[in-house]
Structure formats: structure tokens, C-alpha cells
């Protein structure tokens, strides 16, 4: 029962989740609880525990409500509240203890809960919490006892003089808890009703242990804390893997210290960072366990007498460069001593029997935005629209959810304790995060230059990441006093064919896969690296953390900190055009492959290698334009890309890099080049709306065609250049050129020239109300499409027809035609397609008097068009926006301003759930 004390009259702790403009830092305090025992409970009594926790939950929430707290969550078996005053931590804790001693159900468990209270500043965000005073609390209460509760110096000073009636704090004195942080002075919550004495603190002191306290909090990695403990609970000896800088030691000390308990005779860290000689490691350890070697003996003897016994956990730190003897000695060690456990980090696995290999993760970064024309590589974005995006509405809030940012700002303010995320700098922090790869030494180095940069200049200096990321603290080690540094010591622990294979490895871009690596990287070598050997040299930088292989063990990556340094590696060598001039070969032979398949039956196979491989032709395409040797292969490469830019919707992509393919030196001279070129640049022109700048391209093409009597390629110019004066509104030059298509493309015998001109001559006279003639020539760019077995073709024809079907007032023949062409959207994942079923699904709808679902049809038809930069062509527009008017008539301008917004925000699969409905009601 609560003690009959006033509550502090202050308000409740808010619930509501912060919104981008009010992350809300302030004072709060924390309760953390847990029962003490429980795994061994829930193992021993399953059914009888589901009861007692179920009790336990209630009691817990209705001591923290009723003491004006709030539940953020429930930890495993216990709660995590936040207060406004301390006072109502204490309220809530000595509640929840009484009402656990009261006596329990029959056939119950008596569950003995133990309580940590701290309070400090934190940041609220989405109705959660973040900041080192949680983690705090946390490890407060786990240095006490079932039935005990806790609470720091920082909770005592602001509830001393208003402590309730026969409530009193016992001084415990100075405790090191097991963050490992600073010392915390801690004391009892006493009250007659509650037990008193209890066993001395679990804190570090109590297990013997050499765990040094550490200079500042441990951030995150609570995902990986757990995986850890449970891997060390099965394996005997367990790696810790991972690339210089990515958190390994720093991850096993914090789980040695989590594990004091569980080891009588102790955890022992013994740093090998510092040794040269192998043979100096079995000492090294002996030094940490204060063991001599007998005389006539050895030292691993000595070592080995003394484990025997023992029940303790070992930790190896950094044994990547003594790698052999660690094995040796875990070897050894584990076979003498049953009750022995070893933890090792390293960058490279140690191949002992029994061993068992943890992958350490970066930490989690911001996801880069993925949505239409941001599909780009780092380079070729702008820093202004990088700031844009970044700071679209809820970023703000989410930021604050990955550890790489906690773990930036932490650092950040221990330099610059005013520094704060906000509107302004989150976009450069998560630029920031992002481009360091989660690695958290180099947002430790970066975050240290906040003394004197501001974020945003961090930021736009990453691009020479190796000269700016120095550390100036001359106490830790040189290897990780600079970015440089930590990758140096990695690089010249490899062998010389590693080093060839890393170093060429940096011109991929986005990953790769296997064949990749042996194509790029071993043909026409004057080294002896070999195809075969690429298999076992890339397992080894696998092994040795330097290359990542993705989930499924089919592509391998670089995070792209080791990339910028294989990069510099590749260049001293003097391997960098070579390298690049063969991945641009191979790149090249893969897109004219997947060009060929686009109208097969393994299309959609095809298109995902090209949307696996896109940052790779990207970086192909901007290495053709610094090399001209490969001038050639450019423009062969974005004429191959073009029909994938249009399928994906990437368009405004797409035109961007054809476009700088048209103007660099290889495209000058008037011939076939320029002029193939030309035509793809109008054409994807036309396709984003930039009629003026399309008609521009088209014309000088089909000039130069003519100047060189190529009737092929002449016919390949006129029909998007009369589509595009359509767009200008000139319809008289658009037909006389739609029909000079079709004319040409019949003599020189192309079916897919033809079926293009005539497709777009059927539009002409749909346009103008001949629907007869339409429906003849759209049946016979039908028939056309599927001897060629061209599939998007067919769908666009079908819907061509739909259009001509309800401009006839035949709805119900519109409808198996569109469902056709929305079944062949969904398989080819055509982005044109897609966003023309919803257009005429919408036209259909208002056809029918359903103006509500034409209004959601075409807001999602819209946002499509957005993402993707597709703009409708002259004559859709002239059958749609006449419909869509009839819409928004029957609604009014409110309503269907509204359905429409809703339209706009519906995901894929709601769309085709709108798409399906407007097909049934037919």
C-alpha cells in the first residue's frame, strides 16, 4: 500500500511521442525493476510462473500509475517507468516492494523484485527515452538484491527533505557498477516493512577482475550484448570478429563485466594490442592472473596448473597479429580447465575446434532514401538536396533510434555539452553516420571535431576522411589515433596476393558478386593472381574483416571507409585505370545481357541483377567519362541502360547520365555514335517532360541520320520526336511524323520500330475521336508484340485500348484489358505501366459515377508520377483530366482534394487492392 504522503504537485510524466520540433530534453527519473531468479523460475516452474509474472505486471503498473509515473517498457521480467520527480520513483518503488512481500495465491510463486532508481538528463522521442541516465538506472539496479531497491546520489539530493514518514536511505558508499563508467555512490531505500540486510552489492568489486573503468558510457549494442551472453552460455571459446574500430573490446569487456556472477575466480582481460612476440602471450596472461612459472618449468605450464580448477573467462583482446599463438594457448587452456572460458577479439578468426565466431555489426545508420531520383551514388548528390531530404517531416524524431547517432551525439557532447540534435544539423549528422558506416571509431574522431567544426562542415570534409578523423589523445594506441591508421594495421598484416585482390576490389561499387571479383580482378593481371585464386584470397579478407559477405553468402561488399582506403592503395599501385577499364568491360557485358532478356521470359530475373548492380553501372559510367580509352564502351552503356531507366521508373536518372554521355568527347564527332546517343537522350527527355530539350536532341539526331543515309536510325528518331511535338501542341507535325515512321519503319523491316509508330499514330487518332481507326492499328501493334513476345508492349497496347473502350462508352470491355495490363505491371515491375493502370483505373472509375475511388486511384497515380519523374504523354492527358474534372465535380473541390491525398499516401499493396476493386465492379 502507498504510504499516505502527498505526491508532488507536479505533472505527470507525457506520453505523447515528441514530434521533429520538440524532442524534449530534460530531468527525469528513472525506474528500472526485475525479478531476481527468473530464468531458473521460468525453467523450473513454466506454468506456475506465467501466473506470477502476469500478478507481478499488474502490481508493477498499478505502482507506477498510481505514483504518477508512466510505463516505457517492460524489460524481460521487469519494468522500465520514467517520473517527473524523484519523489514519485521512491512512491512507486517502495509500493511495488510491499506489495511483492504481500503473501501470494495458493500454489503461487513468491517473486522477490529488485528496484534501481536514477535520475538525469534524457531526450524524449516517440514516447521513448534515450540517454546515458537509463543506462544507469539499469546497472543500479543490477548491483542489487531480490527485494531491494536502489537509488543514486543524484536521486537521494532531491528527495532528502521530503522523505515520507519512517522512509529513510542507507549510504552504501561508492560502488563501480558494471557499465564500467565512473564510481556511483548509492544507497538503500529502507522502510520498517521491507527486509534490511542483504548480501554485499553486485558490483565489480565483488568478483575478482581486472576490468578498468571506462572513460565514457557504453552506447547501444544491446542487440548484440544479448546474442553474445547467449553464444558464450553454449561455446567454450568464442571470437569476436570484426575490422579495427568496430567496437569488438569494447563490447567484450562490457560482457565480461555483465558476467562477473557467473565466474567465481574472475574475468581477466589481457590486451595484446601492445606485443610483438607471439611467444610473449601465455605471459601476458600470466601476468593478469598473478601466476609465476615454477623453476624447470614454463610458464603455459604454470598457466595450466592453476586453470585446472578454476571457473573463470579469459578475455584475449586484439589477437589478430599474435593469431597463432592465442589459438594455441585457448587451446590449451579450455583442455585443462573444464570450468574455463574463452572470449577473443579479433580481426581475424583464430581456427581452433570448437570455436564459435561472432560477426560484430557496424551500428545502425540511417537508411538512405531510396525513393525515385535519390537513387543515386553518394557522389553525384548534391549536398543541398541531401539536406533537404534529410530534414523531411519525422526524420528528426527517427534519427535518434539508431545507435550510430546515439553514439555520435554522446561523443559530441562530451566535447561540446551544448551540442544538440535539431532541424538544422540532422541532415549532416546522418550524413555523417551513414558515410562512416556505423564504425564507432570513426564517429568517435569525428564527433571529437564538433571542439571546432560545426556538423555540417564534418560533413562536406568527409570526402579526405583520412586526414580529417585524427585523434590528438596521445594515450591510447598509434593504430588508433587516426582512421588511417586503424586500416594500415590490418592492410599489412595480408599477404602480398591479398593485397592485389583488396586493392583492385575498391572499384566496385555497391557490393558484388563472386564471378565479378574473378572477371574484374584477375584478368589480364601481370601478377601472378589468378582466376582460381580469387575464391580463396576473397574468403581470406572475408575472414580477416575487410570485406563483408552479405546474408545468403552471394555478394561481398567493402563498407565504404575500407573502400576509400583500398581506393588509395589502388592508385599507388598504379592499377586504377586497368582495374576500372576492366570493371567497365565486365559491367557493360552484363547490361547487354540483361538488355537481350527484357523481353523474355526471364525478364524479371534480369532486371534484379541490373537493380543489384546499379551503383556499379553508375560508377562504370562516370569512369567513362575520365577515361577515353573507354569513351566507346560509355556510350555503347547507356544505350543498353535505357529501357531499364524507363521499366524502374529511375527517368530523371536515366536522361541525367545519357545526357553527360551525349557531351563528352566520344559523342562529338557527327556519326553513328552521336547520333544513336541523341535519340536515347530525347527520348528520355520526352519521358520526364522536358519537350523543348527533347525535341532539341531528336532533331539534331535524325539530321545526322539523314547526313548519313542511315534509314534504321532515322526511323528510330521519328516517332518519339513526333510524340514530342504532341507534347509541344504542334498535332498537324506530330501526325505527318508519325506517319513518315511508319512508313520507314515498314521498308527497313524493324517490327519494333513499327510497332512503336504505328502504336503512336493509333494515339493520334484516338486523340481526335477516330476510334476506329485506333482500335485496327492498336490490334495490329497487338499482333506485332506478341510475335515478339514483348510483354510491356502488350500491356501498354491493352491499355491503349481500354482508353479507346471507354471513349466508346464500352466500360465493360475496358475492364479484362486493364486487368491484363496490371497482371503484366506486377510481373515485369514495370513503373510506367503501373502508373498508367492506376490513370485509367481512375478514368473508369468517374466513367461509372464512383468519383470517390477515381479520386484515391489518381492521387496514387500522382505520388507514383513523383517518385518516378514519369509524366503523362499529350494524349492521355487529353483522355484523363476531362474525367477527373467530372470526379471532383460530383465531390467538390474539398472532398476530393482529400480522397486524393489519401490516394497519395496509399503503399503498393493498397493501391493494387483499389486497382482490384474498380476491376470487380464490373
Request: aromatic share 4%; charged share 25%.
Given at each position: 500500500?502507498?504510504?499516505?504522503?502527498?505526491?508532488?504537485?507536479?505533472?505527470?510524466?507525457?506520453?505523447?511521442?515528441?514530434?521533429?520540433?520538440?524532442?524534449?530534453?530534460?530531468?527525469?527519473?528513472?525506474?528500472?525493476?526485475?525479478?531476481?531468479?527468473?530464468?531458473?523460475?521460468?525453467?523450473?516452474?513454466?506454468?506456475?510462473?506465467?501466473?506470477?509474472?502476469?500478478?507481478?505486471?499488474?502490481?508493477?503498473?498499478?505502482?507506477?500509475?498510481?505514483?504518477?509515473?508512466?510505463?516505457?517498457?517492460?524489460?524481460?521480467?521487469?519494468?522500465?517507468?520514467?517520473?517527473?520527480?524523484?519523489?514519485?520513483?521512491?512512491?512507486?518503488?517502495?509500493?511495488?516492494?510491499?506489495?511483492?512481500?504481500?503473501?501470494?495465491?495458493?500454489?503461487?510463486?513468491?517473486?522477490?523484485?529488485?528496484?534501481?532508481?536514477?535520475?538525469?538528463?534524457?531526450?524524449?522521442?516517440?514516447?521513448?527515452?534515450?540517454?546515458?541516465?537509463?543506462?544507469?538506472?539499469?546497472?543500479?539496479?543490477?548491483?542489487?538484491?531480490?527485494?531491494?531497491?536502489?537509488?543514486?546520489?543524484?536521486?537521494?539530493?532531491?528527495?532528502?527533505?521530503?522523505?515520507?514518514?519512517?522512509?529513510?536511505?542507507?549510504?552504501?558508499g561508492t560502488v563501480r557498477l558494471r557499465d564500467l563508467a565512473s564510481p556511483?555512490?548509492?544507497?538503500?531505500?529502507?522502510?520498517?516493512?521491507?527486509?534490511?540486510?542483504?548480501?554485499?552489492?553486485?558490483?565489480?568489486?565483488?568478483?575478482?577482475?581486472?576490468?578498468?573503468?571506462?572513460?565514457?558510457?557504453?552506447?547501444?549494442?544491446?542487440?548484440?550484448?544479448?546474442?553474445?551472453?547467449?553464444?558464450?552460455?553454449?561455446?567454450?571459446?568464442?571470437?569476436?570478429?570484426?575490422?579495427?574500430?568496430?567496437?569488438?573490446?569494447?563490447?567484450?569487456?562490457?560482457?565480461?563485466?555483465?558476467?562477473?556472477?557467473?565466474?567465481?575466480?574472475?574475468?581477466?582481460?589481457?590486451?595484446?594490442?601492445?606485443?610483438?612476440?607471439?611467444?610473449?602471450v601465455p605471459q601476458a596472461l600470466a601476468t593478469v592472473l598473478g601466476v609465476?612459472?615454477?623453476?624447470?618449468?614454463?610458464?603455459?605450464?604454470?598457466?595450466?596448473?592453476?586453470?585446472?580448477?578454476?571457473?573463470?573467462?579469459?578475455?584475449?583482446?586484439?589477437?589478430?597479429?599474435?593469431?597463432?599463438?592465442?589459438?594455441?594457448?585457448?587451446?590449451?587452456?579450455?583442455?585443462?580447465?573444464?570450468?574455463?572460458?574463452?572470449?577473443?577479439?579479433?580481426?581475424?578468426?583464430?581456427?581452433?575446434?570448437?570455436?564459435?565466431?561472432?560477426?560484430?555489426?557496424?551500428?545502425?545508420?540511417?537508411?538512405?532514401?531510396?525513393?525515385?531520383?535519390?537513387?543515386?551514388?553518394?557522389?553525384?548528390?548534391?549536398?543541398?538536396?541531401?539536406?533537404?531530404?534529410?530534414?523531411?517531416?519525422?526524420?528528426?524524431?527517427?534519427?535518434?533510434?539508431?545507435?550510430?547517432?546515439?553514439?555520435?551525439?554522446?561523443?559530441?557532447?562530451?566535447?561540446?555539452?551544448?551540442?544538440?540534435?535539431?532541424?538544422?544539423?540532422?541532415?549532416?549528422?546522418?550524413?555523417?553516420?551513414?558515410?562512416?558506416?556505423?564504425?564507432?571509431?570513426?564517429?568517435?574522431?569525428?564527433?571529437?571535431?564538433?571542439?571546432?567544426?560545426?556538423?555540417?562542415?564534418?560533413?562536406?570534409?568527409?570526402?579526405?576522411?583520412?586526414?580529417?578523423?585524427?585523434?590528438?589523445?596521445?594515450?591510447?594506441?598509434?593504430?588508433?589515433?587516426?582512421?588511417?591508421?586503424?586500416?594500415?594495421?590490418?592492410?599489412?598484416?595480408?599477404?602480398?596476393?591479398?593485397?592485389?585482390?583488396?586493392?583492385?576490389?575498391?572499384?566496385?561499387?555497391?557490393?558484388?558478386?563472386?564471378?565479378?571479383?574473378?572477371?574484374?580482378?584477375?584478368?589480364?593481371?601481370?601478377?601472378?593472381?589468378?582466376?582460381?585464386?580469387?575464391?580463396?584470397?576473397?574468403?581470406?579478407?572475408?575472414?580477416?574483416?575487410?570485406?563483408?559477405?552479405?546474408?545468403?553468402?552471394?555478394?561481398?561488399?567493402?563498407?565504404?571507409?575500407?573502400?576509400?582506403?583500398?581506393?588509395?592503395?589502388?592508385?599507388?599501385?598504379?592499377?586504377?585505370?586497368?582495374?576500372?577499364?576492366?570493371?567497365?568491360?565486365?559491367?557493360?557485358?552484363?547490361?547487354?545481357?540483361?538488355?537481350?532478356?527484357?523481353?523474355?521470359?526471364?525478364?524479371?530475373?534480369?532486371?534484379?541483377?541490373?537493380?543489384?548492380?546499379?551503383?556499379?553501372?553508375?560508377?562504370?559510367?562516370?569512369?567513362?567519362?575520365?577515361?577515353?580509352?573507354?569513351?566507346?564502351?560509355?556510350?555503347?552503356?547507356?544505350?543498353?541502360?535505357?529501357?531499364?531507366?524507363?521499366?524502374?521508373?529511375?527517368?530523371?536518372?536515366?536522361?541525367?547520365?545519357?545526357?553527360?554521355?551525349?557531351?563528352?568527347?566520344?559523342?562529338?564527332?557527327?556519326?553513328?555514335?552521336?547520333?544513336?546517343?541523341?535519340?536515347?537522350?530525347?527520348?528520355?527527355?520526352?519521358?520526364?517532360?522536358?519537350?523543348?530539350?527533347?525535341?532539341?536532341?531528336?532533331?539534331?539526331?535524325?539530321?545526322?541520320?539523314?547526313?548519313?543515309?542511315?534509314?534504321?536510325?532515322?526511323?528510330?528518331?521519328?516517332?518519339?520526336?513526333?510524340?514530342?511535338?504532341?507534347?509541344?501542341?504542334?498535332?498537324?507535325?506530330?501526325?505527318?511524323?508519325?506517319?513518315?515512321?511508319?512508313?520507314?519503319?515498314?521498308?527497313v523491316g524493324d517490327p519494333r520500330q513499327l510497332a512503336a509508330a504505328l502504336?503512336?499514330?493509333?494515339?493520334?487518332?484516338?486523340?481526335?475521336?477516330?476510334?476506329?481507326?485506333?482500335?485496327?492499328?492498336?490490334?495490329?501493334?497487338?499482333?506485332?508484340?506478341?510475335?515478339?513476345?514483348?510483354?510491356?508492349?502488350?500491356?501498354?497496347?491493352?491499355?491503349?485500348?481500354?482508353?479507346?473502350?471507354?471513349?466508346?462508352?464500352?466500360?465493360?470491355?475496358?475492364?479484362?484489358?486493364?486487368?491484363?495490363?496490371?497482371?503484366?505491371?506486377?510481373?515485369?515491375?514495370?513503373?510506367?505501366?503501373?502508373?498508367?493502370?492506376?490513370?485509367?483505373?481512375?478514368?473508369?472509375?468517374?466513367?461509372?459515377?464512383?468519383?470517390?475511388?477515381?479520386?484515391?486511384?489518381?492521387?496514387?497515380?500522382?505520388?507514383?508520377?513523383?517518385?518516378?519523374?514519369?509524366?503523362?504523354?499529350?494524349?492521355?492527358?487529353?483522355?484523363?483530366?476531362?474525367?477527373?474534372?467530372?470526379?471532383?465535380?460530383?465531390?467538390?473541390?474539398?472532398?476530393?482534394?482529400?480522397?486524393?491525398?489519401?490516394?497519395?499516401?496509399?503503399?503498393?499493396?493498397?493501391?493494387?487492392?483499389?486497382?482490384?476493386?474498380?476491376?470487380?465492379?464490373?
Open positions: 500500500m502507498r504510504p499516505a504522503v502527498p505526491l508532488p504537485s507536479r505533472a505527470r510524466v507525457s506520453a505523447e511521442p515528441a514530434t521533429e520540433t520538440s524532442i524534449q530534453s530534460a530531468i527525469r527519473t528513472f525506474l528500472f525493476t526485475d525479478i531476481e531468479g527468473s530464468t531458473r523460475l521460468w525453467e523450473q516452474e513454466p506454468v506456475r510462473m506465467r501466473t506470477a509474472v502476469a500478478r507481478h505486471d499488474a502490481l508493477s503498473r498499478e505502482a507506477v500509475l498510481g505514483a504518477g509515473g508512466q510505463i516505457v517498457k517492460t524489460t524481460g521480467d521487469g519494468v522500465h517507468a520514467v517520473f517527473a520527480d524523484a519523489l514519485q520513483a521512491l512512491h512507486a518503488a517502495l509500493s511495488l516492494q510491499q506489495a511483492m512481500i504481500r503473501p501470494v495465491p495458493e500454489d503461487g510463486i513468491a517473486l522477490k523484485v529488485r528496484c534501481g532508481v536514477h535520475c538525469g538528463e534524457s531526450e524524449a522521442r516517440d514516447g521513448d527515452f534515450y540517454g546515458p541516465a537509463l543506462n544507469r538506472a539499469a546497472r543500479v539496479m543490477s548491483a542489487a538484491h531480490g527485494g531491494q531497491t536502489l537509488v543514486t546520489q543524484a536521486v537521494a539530493e532531491r528527495v532528502a527533505e521530503r522523505l515520507p514518514p519512517a522512509t529513510a536511505l542507507l549510504d552504501l556511483e555512490r548509492v544507497y538503500q531505500l529502507q522502510h520498517p516493512s521491507l527486509r534490511t540486510q542483504f548480501p554485499p552489492l553486485r558490483s565489480l568489486e565483488v568478483t575478482p577482475n581486472n576490468l578498468v573503468q571506462q572513460l565514457n558510457s557504453f552506447v547501444g549494442r544491446e542487440r548484440e550484448l544479448a546474442e553474445v551472453r547467449a553464444l558464450l552460455g553454449k561455446t567454450r571459446l568464442l571470437t569476436l570478429l570484426g575490422m579495427g574500430g568496430i567496437g569488438k573490446s569494447r563490447l567484450s569487456v562490457q560482457l565480461g563485466a555483465e558476467l562477473l556472477d557467473e565466474y567465481p575466480d574472475g574475468v581477466w582481460l589481457v590486451e595484446l594490442a601492445p606485443l610483438a612476440d607471439p611467444l610473449l609465476k612459472e615454477e623453476p624447470g618449468g614454463n610458464v603455459t605450464d604454470a598457466l595450466l596448473a592453476y586453470v585446472r580448477d578454476k571457473t573463470l573467462l579469459v578475455i584475449l583482446d586484439n589477437c589478430e597479429h599474435v593469431v597463432h599463438a592465442c589459438a594455441d594457448l585457448a587451446k590449451r587452456l579450455l583442455q585443462t580447465g573444464p570450468d574455463v572460458r574463452v572470449l577473443t577479439s579479433s580481426r581475424d578468426v583464430l581456427q581452433v575446434a570448437g570455436e564459435t565466431v561472432y560477426q560484430v555489426p557496424t551500428l545502425g545508420v540511417p537508411a538512405a532514401d531510396e525513393e525515385g531520383e535519390d537513387t543515386v551514388p553518394p557522389q553525384r548528390e548534391s549536398r543541398d538536396r541531401a539536406v533537404r531530404r534529410a530534414a523531411r517531416p519525422g526524420l528528426l524524431s527517427d534519427l535518434g533510434r539508431h545507435e550510430a547517432v546515439r553514439l555520435f551525439l554522446d561523443r559530441a557532447r562530451a566535447v561540446q555539452p551544448t551540442f544538440r540534435l535539431d532541424a538544422g544539423n540532422a541532415a549532416a549528422v546522418a550524413s555523417i553516420c551513414r558515410r562512416l558506416d556505423g564504425i564507432p571509431l570513426a564517429l568517435e574522431l569525428a564527433a571529437a571535431r564538433t571542439r571546432a567544426l560545426s556538423v555540417q562542415a564534418i560533413a562536406e570534409r568527409l570526402k579526405d576522411r583520412f586526414r580529417l578523423l585524427v585523434s590528438g589523445d596521445q594515450t591510447v594506441l598509434p593504430r588508433q589515433r587516426t582512421l588511417r591508421a586503424l586500416i594500415d594495421w590490418s592492410f599489412e598484416l595480408l599477404s602480398e596476393p591479398e593485397h592485389i585482390l583488396f586493392r583492385r576490389l575498391a572499384v566496385f561499387a555497391g557490393g558484388w558478386k563472386l564471378e565479378s571479383a574473378e572477371g574484374v580482378c584477375a584478368e589480364g593481371s601481370l601478377d601472378a593472381l589468378e582466376v582460381m585464386d580469387v575464391l580463396d584470397l576473397l574468403a581470406q579478407l572475408v575472414q580477416k574483416s575487410l570485406v563483408v559477405m552479405d546474408p545468403g553468402g552471394e555478394r561481398y561488399r567493402m563498407l565504404e571507409t575500407v573502400r576509400a582506403y583500398a581506393l588509395e592503395r589502388l592508385q599507388q599501385a598504379g592499377e586504377e585505370a586497368t582495374t576500372r577499364a576492366r570493371h567497365v568491360v565486365h559491367y557493360l557485358a552484363l547490361a547487354e545481357a540483361a538488355r537481350a532478356q527484357f523481353v523474355g521470359p526471364h525478364h524479371a530475373e534480369w532486371l534484379g541483377h541490373l537493380d543489384r548492380e546499379r551503383e556499379n553501372l553508375l560508377q562504370a559510367h562516370d569512369w567513362c567519362g575520365r577515361d577515353p580509352s573507354c569513351g566507346a564502351n560509355g556510350l555503347q552503356l547507356v544505350f543498353v541502360l535505357k529501357n531499364y531507366w524507363r521499366i524502374r521508373g529511375l527517368l530523371g536518372l536515366g536522361q541525367r547520365i545519357t545526357v553527360e554521355a551525349a557531351g563528352r568527347d566520344a559523342a562529338k564527332e557527327r556519326g553513328f555514335g552521336r547520333c544513336r546517343v541523341l535519340c536515347d537522350a530525347g527520348q528520355l527527355s520526352y519521358f520526364v517532360g522536358n519537350f523543348d530539350e527533347a525535341r532539341r536532341y531528336l532533331e539534331e539526331s535524325l539530321g545526322i541520320a539523314r547526313e548519313l543515309g542511315d534509314r534504321a536510325r532515322m526511323a528510330a528518331a521519328l516517332q518519339p520526336l513526333g510524340m514530342v511535338y504532341m507534347g509541344l501542341g504542334e498535332r498537324s507535325l506530330a501526325l505527318s511524323t508519325f506517319e513518315s515512321a511508319v512508313e520507314l519503319a515498314r521498308e502504336n503512336a499514330l493509333a494515339q493520334q487518332h484516338h486523340a481526335n475521336s477516330e476510334l476506329a481507326q485506333a482500335e485496327r492499328l492498336y490490334r495490329e501493334v497487338l499482333a506485332t508484340a506478341r510475335t515478339l513476345e514483348d510483354e510491356e508492349v502488350v500491356a501498354i497496347v491493352q491499355l491503349n485500348r481500354s482508353m479507346v473502350a471507354i471513349s466508346a462508352g464500352r466500360s465493360a470491355d475496358a475492364t479484362p484489358l486493364l486487368a491484363q495490363a496490371r497482371d503484366i505491371a506486377v510481373s515485369l515491375g514495370s513503373k510506367p505501366v503501373e502508373k498508367s493502370v492506376l490513370e485509367v483505373c481512375a478514368g473508369l472509375c468517374a466513367t461509372r459515377g464512383d468519383a470517390s475511388a477515381a479520386a484515391r486511384l489518381f492521387g496514387a497515380a500522382e505520388a507514383l508520377a513523383r517518385t518516378t519523374g514519369l509524366r503523362r504523354e499529350a494524349n492521355d492527358e487529353a483522355f484523363l483530366l476531362p474525367l477527373i474534372e467530372r470526379a471532383r465535380s460530383t465531390l467538390g473541390q474539398a472532398a476530393f482534394a482529400e480522397l486524393e491525398h489519401l490516394g497519395s499516401g496509399l503503399g503498393t499493396q493498397d493501391a493494387a487492392r483499389e486497382v482490384a476493386a474498380a476491376l470487380r465492379s464490373d
